[in-house]
C-alpha cells in the first residue's frame, strides 16, 4: 500500500512516522518547505515526546516525483488546502483521499479535485523541533468516515484506519465521522479565537467568568449548526472546555500561538465554517461572524505602518 | 459660579492633565488663572516650572499653577474632572469639600461620571462629552491633533442653568478650543457613547487604529458589519432608554474614516482604548461597552454582541495580571 502525507507539518508528520512503522505500507510526504523535505529524505523522520520513533518516509516538494497512492492524508493547515491538493490530486486518480485537518470546509475543496474523499478529524497534536523531528506533545484519537458527497468505500476507510492503528495512532472507522468532526470544530471555535483574542491561556480562558460565559455562548451558536444539519455530537463540548482546563491549563490555543507569531490563522476553516453552514441552515450565528471579522481585523493589523 | 453672576469664571482648576486635561489647561490658562491639579508631585513641579507647550493644531506656552496636593488650590470658580473614568472616583474624593461655590464640569467617556463626582459634593454639574483629541508627547507637551468641538450641557439632576453651561463654552471658545452648550447633553453624550462602544472596543480588540476598514461592511465578515451591528444594539438600548440620539453614530463613524482618508492617505487615529491596551493600562471599557450593558439589563434588552466586545477586553486586561491596585468595583 502506498500513502502519501499531504502537507508535512507537524500533525502529517506524526502519520507519517507512523505509518511507515508498518511493514506493508510505503509512506511518501509532499511539503514545499525544503529542509524539511531533505532532512526526511537523508536520515528518516523522528518522533519525540509522547513516541519515540523513525519513520523511513520518501518525502518531495514536487509532486512529480511521488508514484500514484492509494491514499492520500491531507494535513496543511485549511488555508492551503486548495494549493496542496490542486498540486498532488494526480497521485489519487485511483486512491482515497483523507483530510484530518482543523475545522470544516476541507473535505469540500479536496472533492473538487478527487472521486473518493474520507472525512477526518484527529487529537494528536505536536510541534517540529527541527528539520526531520517532531514533537508528539499529546496523543489522541483518529475518526475517520466517508465524505458523503464524493465518499470513500467504507472498506477502503476501514483499511486505512486499521493501518494508522497499527502505526501506533489509534484510528476508529466510522459509517458518519461528521460527529466526531463538529464536536472538536465546536470546541476549537469556541475556545481557540478567545485565547487569541485576549492573549490568555485555555486556563484563563475557563477562570474568568467573563470568558467563560463567551466560550458556552459560542458553544450554543455551533450546537443549534450542528442540530440543524442532524449531526449528534460525540460529546458535549461545554464538558471537553472544562476537562481541558484541568489538563491543559497553561496551553496557549494554535491561533494565539499564529496571532503572535503574525501568521494568518484558520479562523475561516473554525467559525467561519460555523457561519457559512449556519447560513446554508438559515441559522443565525452573529457572535461567530464577529469572532470571524475581529480576527481578521487582528490579521490585518499587522499589515498597518508603524 | 453663583448664576446670578454673568462675568465669566476667573479662575479655574483643571484636575489631571492627560491629553484631554493638557489640552484645556494649555489652551484656558491662556485667558484665565489656570490650576492643574495632578496625582504626581513631581508632574505639578514641572508644570510650574516651565509651563505647559501645545503643539499641532494650536502653538503655545502658557505659564499655569500646578500642585498635586488639594490644600493648596485656591478657591476656583470652575473645576474640569480631565481623568480617565476609571481613575473618576479617587479624584473626585480628593476634591470632596473643596471649593463648594465652584461649578464642576464632567468630561470622561461612557457614562455615569456625573454621579460618582455628585457623591463627592454638592457642586453644580455641568456634563461634557469632547471629540477633539490630543497626544500628550511629555508632561509638559501635548500635541492638538482633532480640534473638533467639545459639547456641554446642564446635568438636571444638580439645576445647573443653561446660562452657566453657555458662560463656560464661551469661556472654552474663547481660549482656541471649540465648545457648543446645549441645553440638554442626553442625546450627544449617548451618540458619542454608543459610537465609542463599538470603535473603541473594535479596536482595543484587533490593534486597528481607525481606518476605511471600519466602514467596510461588504462582505459578511467585514469590520464594518461587526461595527455596524455594535452600533445597531447601542441605538436599541438607546431607544429603550427613551433617548432621542443627537447623530447617528454609524454616520459619525462613516464620516470620521472618510475625513481621515481626503486628509491623509494613511489617515490612523489610535481610539483611546487601543492607547491604553498599547501600554497595558486598565481601559475604560466598563464605562462604555459595560454602560451599554448595565443599561439593556435595565430594559431587559441582550445586547450579545456589546457583551461579547466587553467580556473579550476584560479578558484581554486580565492577560496582563495588572497587579495596580485601581481595579475597584465600578459602583454606578
Redesign the interface.
Known amino acids: 500500500m502506498k500513502v502519501c502525507i499531504v502537507g508535512c507539518g507537524a500533525v502529517g508528520s506524526l502519520f507519517a512516522a507512523h505509518l511507515a512503522q508498518v511493514d506493508k505500507v510505503e509512506v511518501w510526504a509532499y511539503d514545499v518547505v525544503h529542509d524539511h523535505i531533505e532532512a526526511i529524505n537523508h536520515g528518516g523522520l523522528r518522533v519525540t515526546g509522547n513516541a519515540d520513533l523513525v519513520g523511513r518516509v520518501r518525502a518531495s516538494t514536487d509532486s512529480q516525483a511521488i508514484p500514484p497512492c492509494d491514499f492520500g492524508i491531507v494535513a496543511t493547515k485549511s488555508l492551503f488546502t486548495r494549493s496542496a491538493i490542486e498540486a498532488t490530486a494526480h497521485l489519487f486518480a485511483d486512491g482515497a483521499v483523507a483530510s484530518v485537518q482543523n475545522g470544516v470546509g476541507n473535505e469540500e475543496v479536496i472533492a473538487e479535485h478527487v472521486e473518493r474523499v474520507i472525512r477526518g478529524t484527529t487529537f494528536p497534536a505536536g510541534h517540529l523541533v527541527e528539520p526531520g523531528v517532531v514533537n508528539m506533545d499529546t496523543r489522541g484519537d483518529t475518526w475517520l468516515g466517508p465524505f458523503e458527497p464524493k465518499p470513500a468505500a467504507m472498506e477502503e476507510v476501514t483499511r486505512l484506519a486499521e493501518v494508522i492503528t497499527a502505526g501506533g495512532m489509534n484510528t476508529k472507522a466510522l459509517t458518519d465521522a461528521r460527529g466526531a468532526q463538529w464536536t472538536k470544530l465546536i470546541f476549537n471555535a469556541a475556545t481557540n479565537p478567545i485565547g487569541a483574542l485576549t492573549g490568555l491561556t485555555h486556563g484563563r480562558v475557563c477562570e474568568l467568568t467573563s470568558t467563560r460565559r463567551l466560550v458556552s455562548d459560542l458553544i450554543a451558536e455551533g450546537c443549534a449548526v450542528a442540530d440543524a444539519l442532524g449531526i449528534i455530537l460525540d460529546s458535549d463540548p461545554d464538558e471537553l472546555v472544562d476537562h481541558a482546563a484541568k489538563v491543559a491549563y497553561e496551553h496557549r490555543a494554535s491561533m494565539l500561538q499564529d496571532i503572535l507569531a503574525q501568521r494568518p490563522t484558520e479562523i475561516d476553516a473554525l467559525n467561519g465554517g460555523i457561519v457559512s453552514f449556519g447560513a446554508d441552515q438559515e441559522i443565525p450565528t452573529p457572535l461567530n461572524q464577529a469572532i470571524v471579522a475581529l480576527i481578521k481585523g487582528m490579521e490585518h493589523s499587522w499589515t498597518q505602518p508603524g | 459660579m453663583p448664576d446670578s453672576a454673568s462675568r465669566p469664571p476667573q479662575r479655574v482648576c483643571v484636575i489631571g492633565a492627560g491629553s484631554i486635561g493638557s489640552l484645556l489647561a494649555g489652551h484656558l490658562g491662556q485667558i484665565c488663572e489656570l490650576w492643574v491639579l495632578t496625582r504626581r508631585a513631581d508632574h505639578a513641579r514641572r508644570l510650574e516650572d516651565d509651563g505647559l507647550r501645545v503643539s499641532g493644531k494650536s502653538d503655545l506656552r502658557t505659564r499655569i499653577r500646578a500642585t498635586s496636593d488639594t490644600t493648596q488650590l485656591p478657591p476656583f470658580e470652575l473645576g474640569i474632572f480631565a481623568v480617565k473614568a476609571t481613575d473618576l472616583e479617587p479624584a473626585a474624593a480628593r476634591l470632596a469639600g473643596a471649593s463648594p461655590e465652584a461649578t464642576m464640569m464632567t468630561i470622561q467617556n461612557g457614562l455615569g461620571a456625573e454621579e460618582v463626582v455628585a457623591r463627592h459634593g454638592d457642586w453644580p454639574l455641568i456634563s461634557a462629552v469632547t471629540f477633539m483629541s490630543g497626544n500628550r508627547q511629555s508632561d509638559v507637551h501635548v500635541e492638538y491633533e482633532l480640534d473638533t468641538a467639545t459639547w456641554l450641557g446642564p446635568w438636571a439632576r444638580t439645576g445647573t442653568s443653561v446660562e452657566t453651561v453657555r458662560e463656560v463654552a464661551a469661556l472654552i471658545n474663547a481660549s482656541g478650543l471649540h465648545a457648543e452648550a446645549m441645553p440638554d447633553l442626553v442625546p450627544a453624550q449617548w451618540s458619542k457613547l454608543i459610537f465609542n462602544s463599538a470603535i473603541n472596543g473594535?479596536a482595543a480588540?484587533?490593534?486597528?487604529?481607525h481606518?476605511a476598514?471600519y466602514g467596510d461592511e461588504d462582505s459578511?465578515?467585514?469590520?464594518g458589519?461587526?461595527v455596524r451591528?455594535l452600533i445597531d444594539e447601542g441605538k436599541a438600548v438607546a431607544a429603550a432608554a427613551g433617548v432621542e440620539l443627537h447623530e447617528d453614530p454609524w454616520e459619525m463613524n462613516r464620516l470620521a474614516v472618510a475625513r481621515g482618508e481626503t486628509h491623509s492617505s494613511?489617515y490612523?487615529h489610535l481610539p483611546s482604548m487601543l492607547e491604553d491596551v498599547l501600554a497595558r493600562r486598565p481601559t475604560e471599557v466598563d464605562f462604555i461597552a459595560g454602560a451599554l450593558v448595565r443599561e439593556a439589563a435595565q430594559h431587559g434588552l441582550e445586547i450579545?454582541?456589546t457583551?461579547?466586545v466587553?467580556?473579550?477586553v476584560?479578558?484581554?486586561e486580565?492577560?496582563?495580571e495588572i497587579t495596580r491596585p485601581q481595579l475597584q468595583e465600578v459602583k454606578l
Open positions: 473594535v480588540l484587533t490593534e486597528l487604529p481606518i476598514m459578511p465578515a467585514a469590520l458589519w461587526v451591528k494613511d490612523a450579545p454582541l457583551s461579547a466587553h467580556r473579550l476584560k479578558g484581554k486580565a492577560s496582563w
